[in-house]
């Protein structure tokens, strides 16, 4: 089951990032008195239950830039399980907000009324708000909390089927692979040579999958579902309307899945929209595999470069054939073989995606079949690693040591001291650090614990978290 979305849409200054970030508890959207400061739409996961989408305003498309950005009303209303329309509550309702109330109830899908800056003395009363035809209405304060209680009330009335944390990895043994990247990558392609069927769409045209196609097999007695999802763009550069309800829908996919396989071209490298989406899912506590495709095209031109070196030498010889031959060692310099490729590929990904060391890479290659059944081995040994617990007694051996080979710097007269380490939790592993004046710990020592703790349990392809609490 995915996680529900919920949308929350309105006018420009309603207070809709405010209300994101209460409900989010944290400061993820962008806040300012300026209307409009919302220019594309952001994602968080709440509780593990659904998944929020704050948008931009709506606004006068006085030019085609705001027009993309008000396309978002609609993808949002398009992909949402719930829908909150969210009012300035000391503003009597104009044009503009009729016309939002009235795409949200075409769209037939739970809508909630929100009536917001109800701290303000400037507030209207329930009545004024009738024309918009919604039935159901709250009124909050996104400033002081006031009606936040009752709005995860009815969230937790209007969602009833979403699958809570405590119970999502227990009773569901179901292993779900996201299939993640940019567009044209060759995740359709790879999703029909996993399932042995022509499922999805494929095309060499960017952008072919608009949903999340899911085919479900069974590997080593155990059900595993493949989810193919649309190729994920620079915001800036995503089309508008259904291009950015499918990237909604990717993200959705992202937070369902166990194990996400990202998709990287090894004809076309593109750097830092590569590492943006491998750190959503770092972000997000998933599973991580790179699977650089196309080799196949790679392993072609370099067999037709290496036949035209051939060629050349030859002719070059009958030419010059008097000249001393070319040294082994000049040769080796002048040919590339396969296996020097695969290596600079390598090294490449190890560069590139540095911040993230424990991901395994595999090449591979839909046409030939090349290490695609390496797929499900990997991911199901990822998802053991997700789910291990390791004792106590374990981890603080492994703790003290680290503090001995290493200890923490602080000030002049002020040290942190780590005292004991507790696992809290699994799918991510989650550890919690005990001890005192835990402010002062740098961040390099905390990647350096992370190091030490990978050197003896199997944490491949996963991320692993750490909370620091003094103990007082």
């Keep these: 089951m995915r996680l529900p979305i919920v949308a929350i849409i309105g006018q420009t200054n309603a207070g809709k990032s405010s209300l994101f970030n209460r409900l989010a508890r944290k400061h993820q959207a962008i806040v300012a ?100 035809g919604i039935r159901d209405h709250l009124d909050v304060s996104a400033t002081t909390g006031y009606g936040f209680d009752s709005l995860r ?60 196609n899911r085919i479900t097999l069974r590997y080593n007695n155990r059900n595993l579902e493949i989810l193919d999802t649309a190729g994920l763009r620079r915001p800036g550069k995503r089309e508008v309307g259904i291009e950015k309800f499918s990237a909604i829908r990717t993200l959705a996919a992202i937070e369902e899945a166990d194990v996400c396989c990202l998709l990287v071209d090894s004809t076309e490298f593109h750097v830092k929209l590569d590492q943006a989406i491998a750190g959503q899912i770092v972000e997000a506590g998933k599973g991580i595999i790179f699977i650089v495709t196309k080799t196949d095209l790679l392993s072609s031109h370099e067999q037709e470069q290496e036949q035209n070196q051939k060629q050349a030498q030859n002719h070059e010889r009958k030419q ?12 080796n310099q002048d040919h590339a073989t396969p296996k020097d490729a695969t290596d600079q590929i390598l090294r490449r990904m190890r560069h590139d995606f540095d911040f993230i060391p424990y991901a395994p890479v595999i090449l591979t290659s839909s ?52 005292r004991y380490i507790v696992q809290t939790d699994t799918c991510p592993p989650w550890f919690v650090v005990y001890g005192s004046n835990l402010s002062l710990l740098h961040w390099s020592y905390k990647r350096y614990l992370e190091r030490r703790l990978r050197e003896v349990f199997p944490f491949n392809g996963t991320p692993i978290f750490f909370s620091f609490r003094n103990r007082d």
Excluded at 155 to 173: F, I, N, Q, V
Aim: aromatic share 4%.
């Design 33 to 132: 008195r300026e209307a409009g400061t919302t220019r594309d739409s952001v994602t968080t996961t709440i509780d593990d239950r659904y998944l929020l989408v704050d948008t931009a305003g709506l606004k006068d498309p006085s030019d085609a830039f705001e027009a993309t950005i008000q396309a978002q009303i609609d993808d949002a209303i398009d992909a949402a399980d719930l829908i909150l329309l969210v009012v300035d509550g000391t503003k009597y309702p104009n044009h503009d907000d009729s016309l939002i109330a009235t795409k949200a109830l075409r769209s037939k899908k739970p809508l909630l009324l929100i009536r917001n800056k109800s701290d303000l003395k400037e507030f209207l009363p329930a009545y004024e708000f009738a024309q918009l």
């Design 153 to 212: 009330a009815n969230l937790d009335r209007l969602l009833p089927h979403a699958p809570r944390s405590s119970s999502r990895h227990k009773d569901d043994t179901t292993l779900k692979i996201a299939l993640v990247g940019r567009p044209n990558v060759g995740k359709s392609s790879l999703f029909n040579t996993l399932g042995k069927k022509q499922q999805a769409v494929v095309s060499s045209r960017a952008g072919t999958t608009r949903d999340v």
């Design 320 to 331: 010059h054939h008097e000249q001393e031959q070319e040294s082994p060692q000049s040769q």
């Design 367 to 418: 046409l030939t079949g090349k290490n695609v059944t390496k797929i499900f081995e990997l991911a199901t040994t990822i998802d053991q690693n997700r789910h291990q617990e390791i004792k106590t007694s374990d981890l603080n051996k492994i703790l003290m040591s680290a503090v001995a080979a290493h200890p923490p710097a602080g000030l002049k007269n002020t040290h942190p001291k780590l």
